[in-house]
Each structure stands twice: as structure tokens, then as C-alpha cells.
T-cell receptor, first 109, second 117 residues
Framework: KNEVEQSPQNLTAQEGEFITINCSYSVGISALHWLQQHPGGGIVSLFMLSSGKKKHGRLIATINIQEKHSSLHITASHPRDSAVYICAVRSRTGNQFYFGTGTSLTVIP | NAGVTQTPKFQVLKTGQSMTLQCAQDMNHNSMYWYRQDPGMGLRLIYYSASEGTTDKGEVPNGYNVSRLNKREFSLRLESAAPSQTSVYFC????????????????FGPGTRLLVL
């Protein structure tokens, strides 16, 4: 069983739609990361959070520690948002990292 | 700043050959990481270095060795490559590592695509 589960695995949206990607985890964590991987392979860290909510431009990340769940929202989606979004957690002990298998997002013009 | 750089970008090996993947960062980060990414498996941590001179095993260390040459450089070596090591390898760095309880951003390199025949 994977310690981090993401849903959906694949998502296709029309430009302008509101998008939600979900992440559930089963271990105690010190931090949760949302990463973006572009088709060329490069990985960019979008958010790192341990509680509450963070916003950056059209991206919003929330986390509920009690429910062990995080969501990544994209408002007014755009084709350039097309990428794989990866949820990752760092265990409370510090040295274990667990990654979801990613959500592949395609935004159609 | 170049950030995190990796060489080579692509490599083909025959089973049993050895090679070293190079990684360097110019952000003065203390911690560096090596991951492999396989379809359907997500990213998995191979080795981790919290600071210069220290290394720790991650989730999948077998078949690999690492060297933290100095604060900037963290190399990953395959002594005898196997087809199961065909993967995309990512190096990453972060400012403080374990001392901040995980509350730091990791910066990723562009990846090395390795094919073992």
C-alpha cells in the first residue's frame, strides 16, 4: 500500500475550469509538498505546508492534518497548467519521504 | 544562479557497466537528495545527505552508492548497472534538511534519463 494516494490519476479540463487534485496520506508528517512536473521532466516545488492554507497566484493548497488530507486547487485553469502534479510528504521522523504517483492534468483550450 | 545541475542528461549502459551521475547546487544548501522516478511508482528516495560528510539510505538504496564530495556536489554511483535501474534520476537540494523538521522547499535538477540494456 502506498503511503500517499492521489486522485484523480488523470484529469482533463476545459480552459477556465476550477480544478481540484486530492492527496491522502497514512503516516505522521512534518510537512507536505505539492510538486509540478512539466512534460519535459523538470520538477518545480509549488507549495510546502504543514497546516492551513497557502495561495500563490491561481494556485491554492490546503491541508487538514486531522484527516490526513490535502487538496491542490487551480482557479481559471490555463493550458500552460498542463503537467503532472505530485503530492509528497516528509515523515515526522524527518528522514522518510513518500511520494504520490502523480495526477496528470491536461487543460484544453 | 544555475540552481541544481545534473550530468549527464541521458545515458545508455550495458548490464554490468558502471557510471556516476553528477549533481551540483550553487545555493549553499546543506541537504541533497537522489531520487528515481519510475512509471506508476512515483518518486522514490535513494540516498540523502543532510550535510557535508554525511549520507543516509533512503527507500531504495540497493545497487547504489553516493558521495558527498563537498557542500556543492553529491554524486550517485552505479557499480554494476542492471536493467531494473533503468529510470529517470533526479537530484534535489534543500537549505537545512532534517534540522528544520521538513519545513523547507526542495529544489530539483532537470533529471538524468538512464537506460540499462
Amino acid at each position: 500500500k502506498n503511503e500517499v494516494e492521489q486522485s484523480p490519476q488523470n484529469l482533463t479540463a476545459q480552459e477556465g475550469e476550477f480544478i481540484t487534485i486530492n492527496c491522502s496520506y497514512s503516516v505522521g508528517i512534518s510537512a507536505l509538498h505539492w510538486l509540478q512536473q512539466h512534460p519535459g521532466g523538470g520538477i518545480v516545488s509549488l507549495f510546502m505546508l504543514s497546516s492551513g492554507k497557502k495561495k500563490h497566484g491561481r494556485l491554492i493548497a490546503t491541508i487538514n492534518i486531522q484527516e490526513k488530507h490535502s487538496s491542490l486547487h487551480i482557479t481559471a485553469s490555463h493550458p500552460r497548467d498542463s503537467a503532472v502534479y505530485i503530492c509528497a510528504v516528509r515523515s515526522r521522523t524527518g528522514n522518510q519521504f513518500y511520494f504520490g504517483t502523480g495526477t496528470s492534468l491536461t487543460v484544453i483550450p | 544562479n544555475a540552481g541544481v545541475t545534473q550530468t549527464p542528461k541521458f545515458q545508455v549502459l550495458k548490464t554490468g557497466q558502471s557510471m556516476t551521475l553528477q549533481c551540483a547546487q550553487d545555493m549553499n544548501h546543506n541537504s541533497m537528495y537522489w531520487y528515481r522516478q519510475d512509471p506508476g511508482m512515483g518518486l522514490r528516495l535513494i540516498y540523502y545527505s543532510a550535510s557535508e560528510g554525511t549520507t543516509d539510505k533512503g527507500e531504495v538504496p540497493n545497487g547504489y552508492n553516493v558521495s558527498r564530495l563537498n557542500k556543492r556536489e553529491f554524486s550517485l554511483r552505479l557499480e554494476s548497472a542492471a536493467p531494473s535501474q533503468t529510470s529517470v534520476y533526479f537530484c534535489a537540494s534543500s537549505e537545512s534538511g532534517g534540522t528544520s523538521g521538513g519545513l523547507e522547499t526542495q529544489y530539483f535538477g532537470p533529471g538524468t534519463r538512464l537506460l540499462v540494456l
